[in-house]
């Protein structure tokens, strides 16, 4: 199981940004699949955007869409999501996950083999 740990959230007013990483424990990660998750207070846990590792292809979740930025930095077997014009409503904390790649994008949480303890993201008004 490759160990996530994810860091770079924090307390930004709204209308700011951060960026989040997600420092992996494989020295590769070109059969991976890596995610963020976010989950609220009182909500599910909502797909973000993932990125496939060997080829860098994305999908980002349409709640965030034009607003986020996934990428990869494969030296450093680091994931990043940016996180641009934030609202209140983007206010969770923020976990990265992992699992193998399959031909197609799976948005479901309970697929992902591994995930980090997550980082607390707080938008205030």
């Known amino acids: 199981q490759v160990q996530l740990v994810e860091s770079g959230g924090g307390l930004v007013q709204a209308g700011g940004s951060l960026r989040l990483s997600c420092a992996a424990s494989?020295?590769?990660?070109?059969?991976?699949?890596m995610s963020w998750f976010r989950q609220a207070p009182g909500k599910e846990r909502e797909f973000v955007a993932a990125?496939?590792?060997?080829?860098?292809?994305?999908l980002d979740g349409a709640s965030v869409k034009g607003r986020i930025t996934i990428s990869r930095d494969n030296a450093k077997s680091t994931v990043y999501l940016q996180l641009n014009s934030l609202t209140p409503e983007d206010t969770a904390v923020y976990y990265c996950?992992?699992?193998?790649?399959?031909?197609?994008?799976?948005?479901?949480?309970?697929?992902?083999?591994?995930w980090g303890q997550g980082t607390q993201v707080t938008v205030s008004s």
């Open positions: 990125i496939n590792w060997i080829d860098g292809h994305r």
């Open positions: 996950a992992a699992k193998k790649t399959s031909g197609f994008f799976d948005l479901r949480a309970e697929v992902y083999e591994s």
């Open positions: 494989e020295r590769t990660l070109s059969t991976y699949t």
